[in-house]
C-alpha cells in the first residue's frame, strides 16, 4: 500500500509527523518484527483507530516513512570539485549511518525490505530520491572536464555508498570519517578512470 499522496496542513500534518517519527522511534528499537501499531498510536499520542484509518497496515506505515526521510533528507552540498563534492555526499551517509538512531533504523528498512514489496518501493524511490538529489555534481564534473563525456553519474554516487552500506550491515564498530573519505576516493578514482562510462 502506498503512503497517503496528500500532505495537508493543520491537525492532519502534525498527526502525520508523530506517527511517522514515533513508527521510525520503533522501527530503530525493535525491527519490523516488532512494529505494532498500536505502540505507534500511544508514542504518537494518538487514536488506534486514527492509526488505523489512515495507514491500516504495518507496511504503509514504513512506507510512510521512507516518504518522510526522502522529503527531508538534508540536500546536496556543491563545492566545484569532484573529490569535495563525494567527500560530502560520503560524509552525510557515513554521519547518518553511524548515528544510533538512524543508523538502527536503516538497517530495520532494509530487513524490511528483503520480505516486503511495499517497503521494496518505497525504499527504492527513497534512494533514487537521493542519488538524483546528487548526480549533479558528477554532471558538473563532467562538464568541468574532471571525467569523461558519458560518466553515468548515478552509478557513481552508488559507489561511493555502496562500501559504507556495507561495512554497516556487516561490522560492529562505526564507519567513521575515514572510510567515508576513502569511499568517495575510490568512487572518484574509478570514474576519472571510465570504470562508469556508459555507451
Same mark, same amino acid.
Given at each position: *500500500?502506498?503512503?497517503?499522496?496528500?500532505?495537508? &496542513?493543520?491537525?492532519?500534518?502534525?498527526?502525520? #509527523? /508523530?506517527?511517522?517519527?514515533?513508527? &521510525? =522511534?520503533?522501527?530503530?528499537?525493535?525491527?519490523?518484527?516488532?512494529?505494532?501499531?498500536? =505502540?505507534?498510536?500511544?508514542?504518537?499520542?494518538?487514536?488506534?483507530?486514527?492509526?488505523?484509518?489512515?495507514? &491500516?497496515?504495518?507496511? $504503509?506505515?514504513?512506507?510512510?516513512?521512507? $516518504?518522510? *526521510?526522502?522529503?527531508?533528507?538534508?540536500?546536496?552540498? *556543491?563545492?566545484?570539485?569532484? %573529490?569535495? %563534492?563525494?567527500?560530502?555526499?560520503?560524509?552525510?551517509? !557515513?554521519?547518518?549511518?553511524? =548515528?544510533?538512531? !538512524?543508523?538502527?533504523?536503516?538497517?530495520?528498512?532494509?530487513?524490511? $525490505?528483503?520480505? /516486503?514489496?511495499?517497503?521494496?518501493?518505497?525504499?527504492?524511490?527513497?534512494?533514487?530520491?537521493?542519488?538524483?538529489?546528487?548526480?549533479?555534481?558528477?554532471?558538473?564534473?563532467? /562538464?568541468?572536464?574532471?571525467?569523461?563525456?558519458?560518466? %553515468?553519474?548515478?552509478?557513481?554516487?552508488?559507489?561511493?555508498? @555502496?562500501?559504507?552500506?556495507?561495512?554497516?550491515?556487516?561490522?560492529?564498530?562505526?564507519?567513521?570519517? /575515514? #572510510? $567515508?573519505? !576513502? @569511499?568517495?576516493?575510490?568512487?572518484? @578514482?574509478? @570514474?576519472?578512470?571510465?570504470?562508469?562510462?556508459?555507451?
Amino acid at each position: *500500500m502506498p503512503p497517503p499522496k496528500s500532505r495537508p &496542513g493543520g491537525r492532519t500534518a502534525r498527526v502525520r #509527523r /508523530d506517527v511517522v517519527r514515533a513508527a &521510525g =522511534d520503533v522501527l530503530a528499537e525493535k525491527g519490523l518484527d516488532g512494529l505494532d501499531l498500536g =505502540d505507534v498510536a500511544a508514542r504518537a499520542g494518538v487514536g488506534k483507530t486514527t492509526v488505523y484509518r489512515r495507514w &491500516g497496515s504495518r507496511a $504503509a506505515v514504513v512506507s510512510d516513512v521512507l $516518504a518522510e *526521510m526522502a522529503e527531508t533528507s538534508s540536500p546536496r552540498s *556543491m563545492h566545484g570539485s569532484l %573529490d569535495a %563534492d563525494l567527500d560530502a555526499n560520503a560524509t552525510l551517509v !557515513q554521519a547518518t549511518l553511524d =548515528d544510533p538512531r !538512524q543508523g538502527s533504523l536503516f538497517l530495520a528498512l532494509l530487513a524490511a $525490505a528483503t520480505c /516486503d514489496a511495499d517497503t521494496a518501493r518505497a525504499l527504492e524511490h527513497f534512494y533514487n530520491v537521493r542519488i538524483a538529489e546528487w548526480a549533479p555534481c558528477v554532471a558538473g564534473a563532467v /562538464d568541468r572536464g574532471e571525467l569523461p563525456e558519458r560518466t %553515468d553519474a548515478d552509478a557513481v554516487i552508488r559507489a561511493v555508498s @555502496a562500501p559504507l552500506y556495507y561495512h554497516r550491515l556487516t561490522r560492529t564498530e562505526p564507519i567513521g570519517p /575515514d #572510510r $567515508a573519505r !576513502q @569511499a568517495a576516493r575510490a568512487a572518484a @578514482a574509478a @570514474a576519472r578512470a571510465g570504470v562508469f562510462v556508459v555507451g
